[in-house]
Antibody, heavy 118, light 106 residues
């Protein structure tokens, strides 16, 4: 069974940093396209970033230059390093597998909540 | 970049049929496949349609999808509504998600 489990969320002050992790089982992170999608409280879904199987990385304009996506094949884990956090980054962050055309987002992790507040 | 616009909410009675629309703001709706996700409160989204009209394994055939180039939109149709279908539904194309539609089954 494919499972993605996020961790690392929490309460952080504006300007701070946080690193999210996504541990995969039944799924090889380095062989797939992997993405982060976030959802602010009571709001819709927003694509954040994607890392291709070959290592190319892409980011939404809203996080470009502040967030970095990466992975560790030996740990079968993907990461999202978030720096210079803003109040508007407050959201549940989902780790998601993506098909090679960046069409279907599946499977999804359960999400981890990041709250940016003073 | 383009946007996907969905109605904020729709409601219908059990046993009836409901259609949720998703309109692309620029570029053809056919340029990229459209997917649909169901999200129940406190849960992660799950796909109910992919590549415009393909149902993932386990999704009942009460769910169907289509695209319409004349209106530059996609639609998710749910027939034989059940109370368990009550949820938020999101369309998605490439890296863009619609704003979501709250389906209420009265």
């Amino acid at each position: 069974e494919v499972q993605l489990v996020e961790s690392g969320g929490g309460l952080i002050q504006p300007g701070g940093s946080l690193r999210l992790s996504c541990a995969a089982s039944g799924f090889t992170v380095s062989s797939e396209y992997m993405s982060w999608v976030r959802q602010a409280p009571g709001k819709g879904l927003e694509w954040v970033s994607v890392i291709y199987r070959g290592g190319n990385k892409y980011y939404a304009d809203s996080v470009w230059g502040r967030f970095t996506i990466s992975r560790d094949g030996s740990k079968n884990t993907m990461y999202l390093q978030m720096n210079s956090l803003r109040v508007e980054d407050t959201a549940v962050y989902y780790c998601v597998g993506v098909d090679y055309g960046e069409n279907l987002f599946d499977p999804w992790g359960q999400g981890t909540l990041v709250t940016v507040s003073s | 970049n383009f946007m996907l616009t969905q109605p904020h909410s729709v409601s219908e009675s059990p046993g009836k049929t409901v259609t949720i629309s998703c309109t692309r703001s620029s570029g053809s709706i056919a340029n990229n496949f459209v997917q649909w996700y169901q999200q129940r409160p406190g849960r992660a989204p799950t796909a109910v349609m992919y590549e415009d009209n393909q149902r993932p394994s386990g999704v009942p055939d009460r769910f169907s999808g289509s695209i319409d180039s004349s209106s530059n939109s996609a639609s998710l149709t749910i027939s034989g509504l059940k109370t368990e279908d009550e949820a938020d539904y999101y369309c998605q194309s490439y890296r863009v998600f619609g704003g979501g539609t709250k389906l209420t089954v009265l």
